[in-house]
């Protein structure tokens, strides 16, 4: 939203400037160029703004050009319309970044073809109308990059608050999950626990915005005491994600007395609790209030969790969570020095979403398969077909506004288009009834710019928030830019059944384009699945060596994250596979199997990497260091397909051994049993205990290699 605030005022000064200097219409043709160079002004980094801003300006000039040479030839401009619809698409090769450089050249498209309709302008008025649209592009782009010079420290305090808030969600949903684990109800334990993957992936989103407006001022002049103790906070916060998450581990294994279900209540309490203190801090970050500690009183354990190592584990994590908490907090205060290690910042900056325009991406998608490539066909025959309708329709006076309609509401996958056709309808509706009555009563034109400005903050403030108002503000948007280009046009109402009517027959049209050359989900998940196991097996090899100093590099937390993006991606597809024909949904359970089990295994990964962390002084090495050795062969074999290796037993502790308990050290072979939690192997020890770990996150990995085995042979049958 504040985001959406900042380019409005910028719409505004930059009209009211050109307005006052070259008269109305320059200032409405300049309004325009603004308008569709704003949308890249999305929120980052200072210097990630003009790698966003360039390519937006570059896109308005050449469409608005393009459209100039060829609005007097029907033919000319369908191929023009043709030619933007396929190329913009190609953004899309970039992910999340790439799709507003999409937008813009579909909606410089659709206002340019709005303004060279309204009457034939020679070869003169064509250049200056372009030299007036560039004019409000590179305007807008130099207002980017000097408010985000003003908004670039809130930004980033909104982003540690986002992620606090996420991951207070995140530990809420937890807790009822480990409540009705507890309580024994089966009945939607499995869609429940699948919910909370889906989250857990999700937040993995939050924290990389977080990261590229935090980590990317490491070792700059912008890294104040204040960024450093938020950079401190943000990785207290993503640290607290891992130990969450393990606290989902064991609760199977329980021992079967009242204590035990005590401990799984003050379990699910405590993450209530931390999650409520979490809201809190995002709430002073927010507002900038100082922090108070809680007043309530520590959570109370029961005797059994000295007596039982697995009561004893979940006390540990839950202590451990306690301490982040804390962590987590000092960030918050004024007095508190932050670490600074020069060697660190190199490492966060690695961390950050590159801003580059590489070739890379887009080679990748040159290819038959791509679902770009076919969404960039998808989309063109669509707008093919859009385009020709519009000039058989019995209204013709604006035939841009079905082409935009069919551009916004057709996305890459059917889920997505669904939701844009029936929120598009649902706000447009909304949108022209507005647009009617401001026009009907609006008197001077001053009013109408302000209009459109507030309609622009709006659009742009909400588009990934509720694209009803999106929807809404830019049926205001269409309608009084369209008066204010030609104000003795049709009247407001029969503008407003126009575009209503526009917008129905081109979200059919998009609806019904969506089954021609479809992506449909399953064709991605072999390559995702591919993807998840390449990623686990180096998150794995980084986990257990976490302990160590020299491999603390940016290729462990660039390998946690790999799988939480993947996850995420995968939890997506699942999702959207609900919306596909019955037929591409035989695939449902071999996905969502795949996604337990990967989520258990980084659970395993989290608890072991915790407890290596904080615990390793009271292991015995001789015990300990084979048998992470022994383990991550196994694991990395059972990822890769291959047989597990016979690797040797590891040695006894030696005499001069912390601790000289016999223990059994070999791990199972892939075909042995996990150790139930009332084993007489299962004992005090830590050394025993990370054994047991370490076997069932072996365990983890073969039956993760078996959901994807199992995946891969549907996909090739059906």
């Known amino acids: 939203m504040l985001n959406g605030i900042s380019v409005g005022l910028g719409l505004a000064c930059l009209t009211a400037i050109v307005g006052a200097l070259a008269g109305m219409p320059a200032a409405i043709t300049a309004a325009s160029g603004a308008s569709t160079a704003s949308v890249a002004d999305t929120v980052c980094a200072p210097q990630a703004k003009p790698q966003q801003m360039l390519p937006a300006v570059v896109s308005t000039l050449l469409v608005t050009t393009l459209v100039a040479l060829s609005h007097a030839s029907p033919l000319c401009l369908t191929l023009v319309v043709l030619l ?10 970039w992910g999340k970044r790439g799709g507003p450089q999409t937008f813009v050249m579909i909606l410089t498209l659709v206002f340019q073809m709005a303004a060279f309709s309204q009457q034939p302008m020679s070869l003169a008025q064509a250049g200056q109308h372009i030299l007036w649209v560039g004019l409000g592009a590179v305007g807008m782009a130099l207002w980017s990059m000097l408010s985000i010079r003003v908004l670039a420290r809130r930004y980033r305090t909104l982003a540690l608050a986002d992620s606090l808030q996420a991951l207070a969600g995140m530990m809420r949903s937890q807790a009822q999950w480990t409540r009705s684990h507890q309580q024994g109800h089966i009945d939607g334990q499995r869609e429940a626990l699948l919910a909370l993957i889906a989250q857990q992936a999700g937040i993995a989103d939050v924290f990389q915005s ?77 507002t900038n209030r100082a922090w108070t500690p809680p007043t309530s009183p520590d959570i109370t354990w029961p005797d059994a969790l000295d007596t039982h190592p697995v009561l004893a584990s979940l006390g540990r994590r839950c202590r451990h969570m306690q301490a982040l908490v804390a962590l987590i907090a000092q960030s918050h205060d004024d007095t508190h020095q932050a670490a600074h290690h020069p060697e660190q910042d190199t490492i966060l900056l690695t961390l950050v979403s590159p801003t580059q325009w590489t070739w890379s991406p887009l080679k990748a998608q040159l290819q038959r398969s791509s679902p770009v490539l076919r969404y960039a066909l998808r989309a063109t025959l669509a707008m093919a077909c859009a385009d020709g309708l519009a000039h058989v329709l019995p209204w013709t006076s604006h035939p841009h ?13 059917l889920e997505q288009t669904l939701a844009r056709r029936d929120a598009r309808v649902q706000g447009t509706l909304v949108g022209c009834l507005i647009a009617s009555a401001l026009l009907s009563s609006a008197g001077h034109t001053a009013w109408l710019f302000l209009a459109l400005a507030i309609a622009l903050s709006l659009a742009h403030g909400f588009v990934l928030i509720n694209y009803r108002v999106t929807a809404a503000a830019g049926a205001v948007l269409a309608l009084v830019q369209g008066h204010l280009f030609s104000p003795t046009s049709h009247p407001a109402l029969l503008d407003a059944a126009e575009r209503l009517g526009d917008t129905l027959i081109g979200a059919a049209l998009a609806w019904a384009f969506s089954y021609v050359l479809p992506s449909w989900e399953r064709q991605q998940l072999p390559r995702l699945a591919q993807r ?33 993006d993947v996850l995420w991606l995968l939890s997506q597809s699942l999702q959207r596979m609900g919306k596909e024909p019955r037929r591409n949904q035989a695939w449902a359970p071999a996905l969502e199997a795949l996604l337990v089990h990967s989520n258990r295994l980084i659970s395993q990964l989290s608890a072991i990497k915790g407890l290596l962390t904080v615990r390793y002084q009271e292991l015995d090495e001789a015990i300990v260091a084979p048998a992470l050795q022994q383990a991550e062969a196994q694991i990395r074999a059972s990822l890769q397909g291959e047989a597990t290796p ?19 050290t070999s791990l199972p072979d892939d075909t042995s049993p996990i150790p139930e939690a009332d084993s007489p192997r299962l004992t005090g020890d830590l050394n025993h205990w990370l054994l047991l770990r370490l076997a069932q996150t072996v365990e983890e990995a073969r039956q993760l290699n078996l959901a994807v085995a199992s995946l891969r042979s549907d996909h090739e049958t059906l």
Request: aromatic residues 6%; proline residues 4%; positive net charge.
């Open 84 to 93: 933007t619809t396929f190329s913009s698409i190609f953004w899309m090769a």
């Open 210 to 286: 977080a990261r590229d407006l935090l980590y990317s001022q490491a070792g700059t002049s912008g890294c104040t005491t204040l960024t450093r103790r938020q950079i401190e906070g943000l990785i207290h916060t993503v640290n607290l994600r891992d130990v969450v998450q393990s606290c989902q581990l064991d609760l199977d294994r329980l021992p079967d007395h009242a204590e035990a279900q005590q401990v799984v209540a003050r379990v699910a309490g405590q993450l209530l609790t931390l999650a409520d203190q979490l809201d809190r801090m995002a709430l002073c970050w927010r």
């Open 401 to 413: 506004w079905l082409l935009m309609t069919v551009a916004v509401v057709m996305r890459g996958n």
């Open 532 to 564: 998840l196991m390449q990623a686990q097996t180096h998150y794995t090899h980084h986990a257990l060596r976490w302990h160590l100093a020299h491999p603390r590099s940016s290729r462990r937390s660039l390998a946690r994250r790999e799988v939480y």
């Open 646 to 664: 016979a690797i040797p037993s590891p040695a006894q502790p030696t005499s001069t051994a912390r601790h000289p308990a016999q223990v059994t």
